[in-house]
């Protein structure tokens, strides 16, 4: 029976395709992670498919965690069809936001190469070889040509941008429940504990100060996602 038991049906198939696409390689990972619209690996199914896919076990664990801790409650308060509603609209607002905020990072790079006369042809050489024309580096930053290609190539992976929709779902329906995690032990009121959290990806999205190859803007796309269909419930359209 399904009722109220999705979250234990998503933790399951995120870890059995974990097995499956990072230690069988039965399921292509090129096939079913979020490319850049641009690249010929992109599919339009991979806006709901990278949200299975995991880059290591930390990161399967800990969204598995988060998942298990704040979905559980919320599926039990809303019931299963809600839950897998918000999850999904969450998870593939997520995608969205990242997606633009990434086009708007890589067009910002690619008109400036453009606008020292080279051809898209020649763009194209760059993004598909990988290797950096020294004389370019005299108008644009290595930094930012390694992120141009960093952005055409790299796929996003994982559950967080629905996790984070939960988080603010969570939020909201129990502002006062107090979280604690290992970086912060002190347990903090939810309704300070998760603004918090986004902040620190807004300010990790916005600088170079990134630890690791994090999709913060996903993160906050799924909060923004989050708080809408919140939003939309309250005004009971639902």
């Known amino acids: 029976m399904l009722k109220q038991q999705s979250v234990f049906y998503l933790i399951g198939i995120n870890i059995a395709v974990f097995i499956l696409a990072n230690h069988l390689n039965i399921i292509p990972i090129d096939w079913f992670a979020l490319y850049y619209p641009e690249n010929e690996k992109f599919a339009f199914w991979q806006v709901i498919t990278y949200l299975f896919l995991h880059g ?42 990242y997606t633009l905020v990434n086009y708007y990072q890589f067009s910002a790079v690619y008109d400036q190469l453009t606008e020292l006369g080279l051809s898209s042809r020649a763009i ?33 992976v994982g559950a967080s941008g629905a996790i984070y929709g939960i988080l603010i779902a969570y939020a909201l329906t129990f502002p006062n429940a107090k979280l604690a995690l290992i970086f912060l032990p002190v347990p903090i009121s939810a309704k300070y504990f998760v603004p918090i959290v986004i902040g620190f990806d807004l300010f990790f999205g916005l600088t170079s100060y990134s630890v690791g190859n994090i999709a913060h803007f996903a993160h906050i796309g799924g909060a923004i996602f989050g708080l809408i269909m919140m939003l939309w419930w309250r005004r009971g359209n639902a």
């Open 124 to 156: 194209q050489d760059v993004l598909n070889s990988g290797r950096i024309n020294r004389e370019l580096l005299n108008f644009v930053s290595e930094s930012q040509l390694m992120e141009f290609y960093s952005l055409f190539h790299t796929p996003a």
């Open 56 to 97: 290591s076990l930390a990161h399967l664990l800990f969204n598995m965690f988060a998942l298990f801790s704040f979905g559980i409650t919320l599926e039990r308060l809303w019931g299963t069809k809600r839950f897998l509603i918000f999850y999904f609209v969450s998870g593939i607002g997520a995608a969205v936001v």
